[in-house]
Nanobody, 115 residues
Framework: QVQLVESGGGLVQPGGSLRLSCAAS????????MGWYRQAPGKQRELVAN???????NYADSVKGRFTIFRDNAQNTMYLQMNSLKPEDTAVYYC?????????WGQGTQVTVSS
């Protein structure tokens, strides 16, 4: 049974930082492209950043220079370090594991940036 469990969300003031975690089980983690997506109220889910198994990383323009995605294949865990947070970063953040054939989603974690 595949499980992706996100944690680390919460309420933070503008300019603050949070680190999200996604713990995976039931998959061969190192073979999957891991990604973070987010969905704000009334908006479509969008890619924030991903980390293909090659070790490269990709970021949405809106988060470049502020967010960092990294993964620990030994611990089957992916992270998203979010710095200089803005109110427009407020959303539910989802973890996704994609092998190209199979894709799995976590349940999401709420991030709220507000003063």
């Amino acid at each position: 049974q595949v499980q992706l469990v996100e944690s680390g969300g919460g309420l933070v003031q503008p300019g603050g930082s949070l680190r999200l975690s996604c713990a995976a089980s039931g998959i061969i983690f190192r073979l999957y492209t891991m990604g973070w997506y987010r969905q704000a109220p009334g908006k479509q889910r969008e890619l924030v950043a991903n980390s293909p198994r090659s070790g490269s990383t990709n970021y949405a323009d809106s988060v470049k220079g502020r967010f960092t995605i990294f993964r620990d294949n030994a611990q089957n865990t992916m992270y998203l370090q979010m710095n200089s947070l803005k109110p427009e970063d407020t959303a539910v953040y989802y973890c996704k594991a994609d092998s190209g054939r199979y894709a799995y989603w976590g349940q999401g974690t709420q991030v709220t940036v507000s003063s």
